[in-house]
């Protein structure tokens, strides 16, 4: 089984609707992460947790928000989709320790129409 | 704001040759860490380093962090259709900012 997975896999959605993108992992990582990748402008960070109750907004965090509900599970929510948010949307976990290897679940390519 | 470029954006080869991949930056990295990443997968972690100047091989791959940890290369001897994908570097800024700063990849195909 994966370490990180992430729900939906695809998703196609209109302008304006709400959707959420789930994360879990299974790693025991108190770190985790939510990252965007569009051609030609690498990984961005959208958003960040050091733990359960620590949240803090990475370099593009407008138009989204999260949720932590456990240390397992991370939650990205576009709260009013539109379209230069269809990218590829990734999730990662990192470990406490003295470098930050990260993690990453498999994806999940959004379409904003 | 920490930036990493990376050299050159695509690479088109054939199997059997051989590559380098560069990865930099002006500011220093408490740690460089190299990702592969595949069509319709996330990235995976092929090696951290963490030592100005230090050298790490992986079978057919060597990676290299600069004498001041600004710079990284990730050389390829032989390369082999599998070895095709997204190369990312990332570079970790160390203390208590557990973030990484990526590069905007490489996209490398071998062909047969």
């Known amino acids: 089984d994966a370490d990180v997975t992430q729900t939906p896999r695809n998703r196609i959605t209109k302008t304006g609707k709400r959707i959420m993108l789930e994360c879990s992992q299974t790693?025991?990582?108190?770190?985790m992460y939510w990252y965007r990748q569009d051609p030609g402008l690498g990984l961005r960070l959208i958003y960040y947790?050091?733990?359960?109750?620590?949240?803090n907004k990475g370099e593009i965090s407008d138009g989204y928000s999260v949720s932590r509900q456990a240390q397992a599970k991370f939650s990205l929510s576009l709260e009013s989709a539109i379209p230069n948010q269809t990218a590829l949307y990734f999730c990662?976990?990192?470990?406490?320790?003295?470098?930050?290897?990260?993690?990453f679940g498999p994806g999940t390519r959004l379409l904003v129409l | 704001t920490q930036l990493l470029e990376q050299s050159p954006q695509f690479l088109s080869i054939q199997e059997g040759e051989n590559l380098t991949v560069y990865c930099n930056s002006s500011?220093?990295?408490?740690?460089l860490q190299w990702y592969r990443q595949e069509p319709g997968e996330g990235p995976v972690l092929l090696v951290t380093?963490?030592?100005?100047?230090e050298v790490k091989k992986l079978k057919r791959l060597t990676f290299q962090f600069g004498d001041a940890r600004k710079d990284s290369s990730l050389h390829i001897t032989a390369a082999q259709p599998g070895d095709t994908g997204l190369y990312l570097c990332?570079?970790?800024?160390?203390?208590?900012?557990?973030?990484?700063?990526f590069g905007k990849g490489t996209l490398l195909t071998v062909n047969p």
């Open positions: 790693k025991g990582h108190d770190r």
């Open positions: 990332a570079g970790g800024g160390g203390g208590s900012n557990y973030k990484l700063t």
């Open positions: 380093v963490v030592t100005g100047g």
């Open positions: 947790s050091f733990d359960v109750k620590d949240i």
């Open positions: 990662a976990t990192s470990p406490q320790g003295a470098t930050e290897t990260q993690y």
């Open positions: 500011s220093v990295f408490s740690s």
